[in-house]
């Protein structure tokens, strides 16, 4: 068979094909689309087939790296995702835990007590009564000290005068304090004496026993005045 023999080949081509071909083959030099067919077919036949491979091989690692970025772009995605998800349940954790140990503390804290309105003011007499003894040296500076004393004298309260202050005492315990201390107490031992006065009683009775003003008689185990008994 003659090499120099010719032979037409036909195809049928969309528009668009046509007009891409063309494009190419005015950018490639070719006069028309039939020289850049019979170029292209030529160039595919004459390359040896271990360059086609070669160039397929390109081809397939080309591709093969393309998958493999974009994969690691997804997964990084993935990654990404997880991470924030994991934070976001370590919050809503904190989150509740702090809500329910805000909610233990209001329970635990107690109701203020109700706001008091006009609020009246205890005498004297009244407070005296109430705490018994009153020691002058406990007074605040402002108040005047003889009136005051005359004052609870003339409400009831008994007034003792001791050598470096006065005490005013509730006229009940006054006698209450008397009958247990000249009565009932047989020993001088302080801690017997606190337990069965108390600790007003004792308070009462350490100033009185400081200021000789009661002795203890070890022969009749009983304690004795020093002042004039006051009614």
Do not use: C
């Amino acid at each position: 068979m003659d090499d120099d023999e010719t032979f037409e080949l036909k195809i049928r081509v969309s528009r668009d094909v046509y007009e891409k071909l063309k494009a190419l083959a005015e950018k490639k030099g070719f006069t028309d689309v039939s020289t850049l067919l019979e170029e292209m077919v030529k160039q595919q036949l004459l390359v040896p087939e271990s360059t086609r491979e070669a160039e397929l091989e390109k081809l397939r690692q080309k591709l093969e790296r393309r998958i493999q970025d974009e994969l690691n772009k997804s997964l990084s995605v993935i990654d990404s995702l997880r991470r924030q998800l994991t934070e976001l349940y370590e919050r809503v954790d904190h989150i509740e835990s702090v809500v329910k140990e805000l909610s233990e503390k209001k329970a635990e804290v107690k109701q203020p007590p109700p706001i008091q309105r006009g609020k009246t003011y205890k005498t004297g007499i009244e407070r005296l009564r109430d705490d018994k003894i009153l020691f002058e040296s406990s007074l605040p500076p402002r108040i005047q000290r003889d009136a005051f004393f005359s004052y609870l004298e003339r409400e009831g309260a008994v007034v003792l005068k001791l050598s470096r202050e006065r005490i005013a005492v509730d006229k009940s315990f006054w006698e209450e304090f008397k009958d247990k201390l000249f009565k009932t107490i047989t020993t001088n031992k302080e801690d017997e004496i606190k337990q069965v006065l108390g600790e007003k009683g004792y308070a009462l009775w350490r100033a009185l026993y400081d200021d000789n003003l009661i002795i203890y008689d070890p022969k009749s185990r009983s304690w004795k005045p020093l002042f004039k008994n006051p009614e």
